[in-house]
């Protein structure tokens, strides 16, 4: 007889049992314990912000855990780690580069001390995203655990609270060393013996490149002792002890303990400064010494300070109270009162109940409990407009004298009154400017009346052939069939020839491309896969928002000559290529074309503000409106 199969029993998953550790649940723990060996002995490379965020995950590891646990946080927060903001789109994409980011790090090395081995190591050996809860998972390379679990001897206890103000990774390190050497130092120092680093061996534990010690004195050594001295619980300072020539090749340190009562009251320091950073996260943020915005400390803000100019945490839709009190504040509702009628004010605190409901209401993307589409929208009017007082402004006479009425009259009110507040918060330029979409949806249609037929909605709508020879009123997809095709019917619409003449040459260049430009986003995604695709042929998005412009204007030369004078190349290019922070100028001149084509009535209303009269020379109603800082964008 044939021996018996025994039943097929599967392994749990290691995984599975692995312990989870949570950010929430760490808590003020910020305390990090580290081998002197990861320390002193590791060549690795880091960023700023990725020392920073691996910091605070080693935080999260408890002195009475036996295992390198699983470590959990939302998305929210790892981007906050990050240097990233949340609110800013894009999310998944933002946490999948991080996360690649550190992974790929070029391979690490540990030396144990006294031997003659060196392990290699990654930071991360796995990580799970859960776009459903919005929540991630990253498990640490498991050859870090020796030098991070049941430390018995020979590690180092740090405060990572003080590198949190740090601007140079190189400070972050030499701050990490001199906790790792300071009982060595102060050994010495009894025995009145200097306590000596090598130039090399300080070169590849900070990962700097330098070839000449003036570069490592300026860069490294002088940046790190003002931070050090300045910030943490430490005092550092280094003198030349060895020269070849003119080359030096070593350097003493003293490392001398700052009195606890000045080391607890730069703590405080530390945490009042992060705060007051948060409160003015809408000004110019100060780059980092690498020269990129992920690098930038300002950026690392681990506490929610409610303000009127920060954006709001997806995790207060979870929380209706919260989110009522953040929305008073961000429309600062002391101001409102003073200009609002009591009708107004009502309709404001309306518009509040109904976006509280919107930001908890459920849908596929949620994340932190928060309708990430809500919070994309409100957070965008936040951060342009610093805050959403001039958004309730502006609203608020047409939601008491129209909206909400009507809404009353719906068997479903509430589905209406949302898609209403959906829309306008899109359009948020409009009530910023003091424009109203009441005002303008007439005077589209007294233009419409005298300048051109009807526009149905060209998204849904049919479209009819012109008279031969005569000129279509409107753009058609067989127009967007082919680029050649594209780029000549907006010349016709635009009476090209003549609007160039009225353009300088700097304006005539901006022109040229915004018109190429134009007839890209009108056609791009031929294989139809854009659901804004009719055949293959013309991306009706577009077509649709043009085709607005010429039934208010007759044609496009409003919209295109607002833009070609604002991005006029004399000046405009300039401006691109003196900011530090764009690296890719050509991105942003195509992302502004197509934010222009789709809010066509936001470009036209700044522009005719800042001419002094509309495009059709009618008198300008707009009161006094500082226009650079309502449209503001970074």
């Known amino acids: ?30 305390i990090v314990r580290k081998s002197n060996d990861l320390i002193q002995n590791a060549m690795y490379s880091l960023t700023l912000s990725q020392q920073k965020l691996m910091l605070h ?55 144990l001390a006294g031997t003659q081995k060196i392990t290699m190591f990654r930071w991360l050996s796995s990580a799970t995203i859960d776009e459903g809860t919005g929540k991630i998972v990253l498990t640490l390379d498991q050859s870090l655990k020796p030098h991070l679990i049941q430390l018995k001897e020979f590690y180092t206890t740090m405060n990572i609270t003080y590198t949190l103000p740090m601007k140079s990774q190189y400070s972050i390190k030499i701050y990490e060393l001199c906790k790792s050497y300071q009982n060595l130092y102060l050994e010495k120092k009894k025995k009145g013996e200097p306590l000596v680093w090598s130039i090399e061996t300080l070169k590849k534990q900070v990962d700097c490149n330098a070839s000449n010690w003036a570069h490592v004195r300026r860069t490294v050594l002088d940046k790190a002792k003002s931070e050090i001295n300045g910030k943490t619980d430490i005092l550092f300072d280094y003198a030349v002890y060895e020269k070849d020539r003119q080359r030096v090749i070593a350097i003493s340190v003293t490392i001398e303990p700052v009195d606890k009562q000045v080391a607890d009251q730069k703590l405080n320091e530390i945490t009042k400064l992060r705060s007051k950073r948060l ?57 409102l009162a003073l200009v609002l009628t ?15 409901r919107m930001a908890g209401a459920p849908s596929d993307k949620m994340i932190d409990g928060g309708n990430a589409v809500f919070f994309q929208t409100v957070n965008n009017v936040i951060d342009n407009c610093k805050g959403l007082r001039r958004w309730f402004e502006g609203v608020a006479g047409r939601y008491a004298a129209k909206v909400i009425p009507t809404a009353r009259t719906k068997r479903a009110p509430m589905p209406y009154l949302y898609k209403s507040i959906m829309n306008d918060l899109e359009d948020y330029r409009l009530y910023v400017a003091g424009i109203g979409v009441e005002e303008l949806r007439e005077e589209d249609a007294e233009s419409a009346a005298h300048q051109a037929p009807p526009v149905p909605d060209l998204l849904e709508a049919d479209f009819v052939e012109a008279e031969p020879d005569a000129v279509p009123a409107q753009l058609t997809p067989d127009d967007a069939a082919t680029k050649k095709t594209m780029i000549a019917a907006l010349e016709k619409f635009s009476d090209y020839e003549n609007l160039k003449a009225r353009l300088s040459g700097g304006q005539q260049e901006a022109l040229e491309d915004i018109v190429q430009m134009t007839a890209y986003f009108c056609r791009r995604n031929v294989k139809g896969k854009d659901d804004g695709m009719i055949e293959g042929k013309a991306n009706m998005q577009f077509v649709g928002s043009l085709n607005r412009v010429i039934a208010r204007y007759g044609d496009l030369s409003p919209l295109f000559e607002a833009l070609a004078v604002t991005m006029d190349y004399d000046t405009y290019w300039k401006e691109l290529m003196k900011n530090p922070r764009i690296k890719n100028p050509k991105l942003v001149f195509q992302t502004e074309v197509e934010k222009a084509l789709l809010m066509p009535a936001a470009v036209l209303g700044e522009f005719r503000a800042r001419r002094g009269q509309d495009p059709l020379g009618a008198p300008v109603r707009d009161k006094d409106v500082d226009w650079l800082k309502a449209f503001e964008e970074v």
Request: aromatic share 6%.
């Open 1 to 30: 007889m044939a021996p018996q199969k025994q039943p097929n029993t599967q392994r749990p998953d290691d995984t599975a049992l692995t312990p989870v550790a949570t950010y929430s649940a760490r808590g003020n723990q910020t």
């Open 57 to 111: 995950i080693f935080a999260m590891i408890k002195p009475s855990d036996t295992e390198l646990p699983r470590y959990e946080m939302s998305i929210y927060e790892f981007l906050k780690l990050c240097g990233v903001d949340p609110h800013n789109g894009s999310m998944y994409k933002q946490v999948k580069k991080n996360i690649e980011d550190i992974a790929n790090a070029k391979v690490q090395w540990i030396r």
């Open 279 to 335: 409160r003015k996260k809408t000004t110019a943020l100060e780059v980092a010494e690498t020269g990129t915005l992920d690098d930038d400390p300002n950026i690392l803000t681990l506490d929610y300070v409610s303000v009127p100019e920060t954006t709001i945490p997806y995790s207060y839709g979870a929380t209706p109270d919260l989110m009522a009190q953040e929305l008073g504040v961000k429309a600062e509702l002391d101001k």
């Open 342 to 356: 009591p009708e107004e004010l009502d309709a404001v605190h309306v518009l509040i109940d109904a976006m509280v």
